[in-house]
């Protein structure tokens, strides 16, 4: 990666490295773990899934259980998370034309956080059906009250982050609160925060699939708009541009991104912030490109780090939040190094 | 015919009265001039004329009121460049320039083959086209003007509003940004308002001046008119000679006294 210092990327070719860093990433992750898959039938079983394509596989049928019913549910709801959580980033960091603002930001990830305790500790006996779906409310709520916290204390974006963080820390402190009261529930609830994919099934990839679909419909249509809004509210609304209104949409479409993402995987930091601006700095600033890139590079980012969690220290895994973090920040200061600064 | 009107505005901001019943107007094609002291309203008034601001009082452009346009519609005819726009440092000078076509674009759409050629068009006509592929945080601060004339001028404006244009910039540079304003406005019929801190230019390259006090209008009119000793003394308590250069434009020179001696 190096040969594109100082220069950026076209377009067809950054798409291009995109999404071959997520097929590379679906198959390296296909084919590594406790079963051994051969490669060649492994490839062809999952070619043949392509409609209008048949291929004989010599996968027997275990080898076919473990392909489409454990790891491959798993690839698919670690690519949605991974394409969720850096659109979310992406769209936030736009939205306040700050690099610092990730996909947890606004009180997402604490709200989050409450819900999926307060289900944990006071609705355990709900099964764990609840935990998903408290998590999933919770982060909405977290950022529906920061929003409307930033609102009254006047317009602008760092009114907003402020009072985000406000909001974050007070939910932070309810959260700590109740764990206090209960510390039986201590290991399942840290267990939750610290992010998971292990358990995924196509069930919950098909629950959070029409939120998904909807919420970076709604991010990437706003691309342009995020680029005309990088030049300052001012200047955006002599261009005829509405700031409030266009960062209302991203913001609650980036809000609903990221808990359909926390709802089946926890709280997976490092991500959010760290894939925009990796992509950024291969194809520049320009959010028509920086969000769907973000999506595709983000999705293969997290399936390879959902493959090292589990076969690392196999049998046991590893919380995704740490991989993502250990692997990630040494990855993320190489790029830094190698890389021209690319500014928002 | 007068191209732009304005009719007793007046803004507040803060619930400070910054502009009080400011009435002026300009014809189509021509260059009026904002001048006065620090804080005199001159930035407020641009700014209202652009609709970035709310306030009371009308601006009519051809009888139509802008008040009654909003977003696109008003962008399409009113381009505005503030004193210190942002730019964006890693954004190239080409993508910059495209954004002057986001009026015309519908909210999914995307710029086309016709906004790139106009954006072409306002880059090749500022002769940016050199540097349409460089960070606009690499240029100089000359270059830097032309980029946002360029973008201003892709927006396909009738009405140009420029914000200390010069600002920044050394006399060359400032000339030459003045000359390229003055073309636009000879070529394209575009109507320019600007706040203009040199008074002797504001009387070479504008042919209407409203000098602003207190958020009054003080004096309007041809430079000749406007440009007074007296009125200079008065206003900015600055003592000045006015005389006139040889194409007849008045010629604002600050005065000292001299020096009073040690032994005085």
């Keep these: 990666m190096t040969r594109t210092r100082g220069r950026r990327l076209p377009a067809a070719r950054a798409y291009g490295v995109a999404a071959a860093f997520l097929v590379a990433a679906t198959l390296i992750s296909a084919l590594v773990g406790a079963a051994d898959l051969n490669p060649l039938d492994t490839i062809t079983a999952l070619l043949d899934k392509i409609p209008l394509v048949h291929l004989p596989s010599g996968l027997d049928a275990v080898d076919r259980a473990v392909l489409f019913q454990i790891r491959l549910p798993r690839i698919v709801l670690g690519a949605l998370v991974g394409g969720l959580l850096s659109v979310a980033g992406a769209g936030y960091q736009g939205v306040f034309r700050n690099p610092l603002v990730d996909s947890g930001m606004l009180g997402a990830s604490a709200g989050a956080g409450l819900g999926a305790t307060l289900a944990i500790v006071y609705f355990g006996g709900a099964g764990p059906a609840a935990v998903p779906v408290a998590a999933f409310a919770g982060s909405l709520a977290g950022v529906a009250i920061a929003y409307a916290s930033g609102a009254i204390g006047g317009s602008g974006t760092a009114t907003l982050l402020l009072a985000g963080v406000a909001v974050g820390l007070f939910l932070t402190a309810v959260q700590t609160y109740v764990l206090q009261r209960s510390a039986q529930d201590l290991q399942q609830v840290y267990s939750w925060l610290l992010g998971s994919l292990s358990g995924a099934t196509w069930q919950q990839a098909g629950e959070i699939l029409p939120y998904a679909a909807v919420s970076v419909a709604i991010v990437l249509v706003h691309g342009r708009h995020l680029d005309v809004l990088s030049v300052g509210d001012e200047e955006a609304r002599a261009l005829g541009l509405h700031p409030g209104r266009t960062r209302l949409l991203v913001v609650a479409a980036c809000a609903l991104a990221a808990a359909s993402a926390v709802a089946v995987s926890g709280l997976i930091g490092f991500v959010g912030i760290v894939v925009p601006h990796v992509v950024r700095r291969l194809a520049g600033p320009s959010y028509r490109l920086v969000l769907p890139l973000s999506l595709l590079t983000g999705a293969g980012f997290l399936v390879l780090a959902d493959t090292l969690a589990r076969t690392v220290v196999s049998p046991a895994e590893l919380p995704i939040g740490v991989v993502t973090a250990l692997v990630g920040s040494p990855v993320f200061i190489w790029i830094l190094r190698s890389t021209p600064a690319v500014r928002t | ?264």
């Design chain 2, 1 to 264: 015919m007068n191209a732009i009107t304005i009719d007793e505005l007046t803004v507040d901001l803060d619930r400070v009265r910054i502009l009080h019943d400011v009435s002026c107007a300009i014809s189509s094609g021509g260059w009026l001039a904002l001048i006065g002291p620090n804080g005199a309203g001159k930035t407020t008034l641009l700014r209202a004329v652009a609709g970035l601001l709310p306030h009371r009082g009308a601006v009519r452009m051809d009888d139509k009121d802008l008040g009654a346009l909003r977003g696109r519609g008003r962008a399409r005819l009113i381009a505005y460049v503030p004193q210190i726009p942002v730019l964006p440092p890693d954004m190239t000078v080409r993508d910059y320039v495209l954004l002057g076509r986001t009026p015309y674009l519908g909210y999914l759409g995307a710029p086309g083959r016709a906004d790139k050629a106009k954006a072409d068009q306002a880059s090749e006509q500022l002769d940016v086209t050199r540097f349409a592929g460089r960070r606009l945080g690499s240029l100089s601060g000359g270059e830097r003007q032309r980029v946002r004339l360029a973008r201003a001028l892709a927006q396909e404006p009738q009405v140009l509003l420029l914000d200390e244009p010069t600002s920044d910039l050394d006399l060359g540079h400032q000339q030459h940004v003045l000359e390229l304003v003055d073309d636009l406005r000879r070529g394209h019929g575009v109507t320019v308002v600007s706040t203009l801190h040199d008074l002797t230019q504001a009387g070479q390259y504008a042919d209407h001046l409203v000098l602003l006090c207190d958020g009054k209008v003080e004096t309007a009119g041809p430079p000749a008119a406007v440009l007074t000793e007296e009125l200079i003394a008065r206003v900015y308590a600055a003592r000045v000679t006015v005389s006139t250069d040889p194409g007849g434009h008045p010629v604002v020179t600050p005065v000292r006294d001299p020096p009073r001696g040690p032994g005085d």
